[in-house]
Each structure stands twice: as structure tokens, then as C-alpha cells.
């Protein structure tokens, strides 16, 4: 039986931020209509925070630059670990140069253009790295406070993780919120609210029912 809670539908879509929003009410929507509570995986699973899956140190190629890890690989710190293949970094846009010269002197190569303020390099061990590049206001804060990771990478604060998927609004991304926010403590929910109210204000509805979600996935069926 779907449970009662209803999210009014978006009518109108006109640039690619109401896009995006779209495609959240969407997936939101859909989820809603099927979920029930205690269906997702046991709370052992969803408790576990484990960095077993092997990630290239890459602090070791870019010593100068401040960088944060974004993505799948950052996502560990804060629910169950996914497998990912992919290695992304966020970087300020002014630094960008910086850090490709430190990538280059290392042995690193780059592939491509992936869009506008995104590019891709394959490392010297073969890992295909994303550097994202931003001068958004909240960039300088994420990389001046990361949190870190078992193996010392510098990983991006939840608040600003959450922002990111939010605004990406991809399925796995919008998956990650819900898991992440799920699991998140009191005082993290807070924070990741706080966040979105000062940069995606219109985002902030679609989090709580994302939160909610992520909380039914832990609740035990009557």
C-alpha cells in the first residue's frame, strides 16, 4: 500500500534549473508510490562505512592544489560503500591551471572535455579521473573544511555533497541523498538543511521527502 504523502507536480519547465527540479519531483514522485518501510536493505548494511574498494591516492600527484573528492568515491564517508570506477575532484576555477600542471608533471594525461568547467585525465596507474571545476560561494568553504577519508584523501563535507547531487538530479545521485540523509545524524540533517536554504532554496522541499525516504528504507515493517 503507498503511503499518503503527497508532493505537488511541477507544471511548467523553462530553464535547466526547473529542469532539474523536474526530474527530482519525478523520481521523488515514482518512489513515493511504491515505498514502504523496512524494504531496503537491514540496518547492519545500511550502517556500515567502509573504504575496501581501492582508490588511487592521488594527493600524492597534486601536492599544491587544494582539492576536495566529490562523487561516488566521497559518498563512502556517509552510507554504505557502491562500487564506482570513477575518481572525481572539485576544484576552485582559479586553481584549475595549477592543479592540471601538478597532473601533467606527475604523468598524467589528459583525454578530453567533458563539458564546460569539467575535463577528464587517465592517471599514470590508468584511473580515469573527472576534475570539476567552480567558483560557486560555497567551493572555497568545502575545500577549506573536507572531511577525511581512511586513506587521507580529502573528502567534500556532507552539506556541500548533498548540494551537488541535488543540483545534478540524477537518479543514482537523488539515490545517494536519500541513503546518505537517511543514515545522517540530527545535527547533520541541520547542517545539509542550512546549506540548501543559502544555495538551492528551491530544493529544500525535495530534500525532506528525500529524507523521509531514506528514513522509511530503515524503519522496521509492522
Not at 526530474?23 to 511504491?34: C, D, G, S, T, Y
Request: aromatic share 4%; charged share 20%.
Amino acid at each position: 500500500m503507498a503511503l499518503p504523502i503527497e508532493i505537488p507536480t511541477i507544471m511548467t519547465v523553462n530553464t535547466p534549473i526547473d529542469i532539474n527540479a523536474h526530474r527530482r519531483r519525478q523520481f521523488i514522485n515514482l518512489v513515493m508510490k511504491r515505498v514502504q518501510p523496512g524494504t531496503g536493505s537491514g540496518l547492519y548494511f545500511l550502517n556500515k562505512r567502509t573504504w575496501t574498494a581501492p582508490v588511487t591516492d592521488i594527493k600524492t600527484l597534486i601536492t599544491q592544489t587544494p582539492f576536495v573528492v566529490v562523487g561516488g568515491i566521497a559518498t563512502r564517508l556517509y552510507m554504505p560503500e557502491r562500487m564506482t570506477l570513477d575518481l572525481d575532484i572539485l576544484v576552485l576555477t582559479q586553481d584549475a591551471q595549477s592543479l592540471y600542471t601538478e597532473l601533467e608533471k606527475a604523468g598524467s594525461r589528459k583525454i578530453g572535455e567533458l563539458a564546460i568547467l569539467r575535463s577528464q585525465w587517465e592517471l599514470p596507474d590508468g584511473t580515469s579521473l573527472d576534475v570539476l571545476e567552480s567558483n560557486a560561494d560555497w567551493v572555497s568553504a568545502a575545500l577549506a573544511h573536507p572531511n577525511i577519508a581512511p586513506n587521507g584523501l580529502p573528502i567534500i563535507p556532507l552539506p556541500y555533497l548533498v548540494l551537488m547531487k541535488l543540483r545534478s538530479a540524477r537518479t543514482q545521485d537523488l539515490s545517494d541523498v536519500s541513503r546518505m540523509m537517511g543514515g545522517a545524524e540530527p545535527d547533520e540533517i541541520t547542517q545539509v538543511k542550512q546549506a540548501i536554504c543559502q544555495y538551492l532554496p528551491g530544493a529544500l522541499e525535495d530534500l525532506d521527502s528525500l529524507i523521509i525516504l531514506g528514513q522509511l528504507e530503515r524503519k522496521t515493517p509492522n
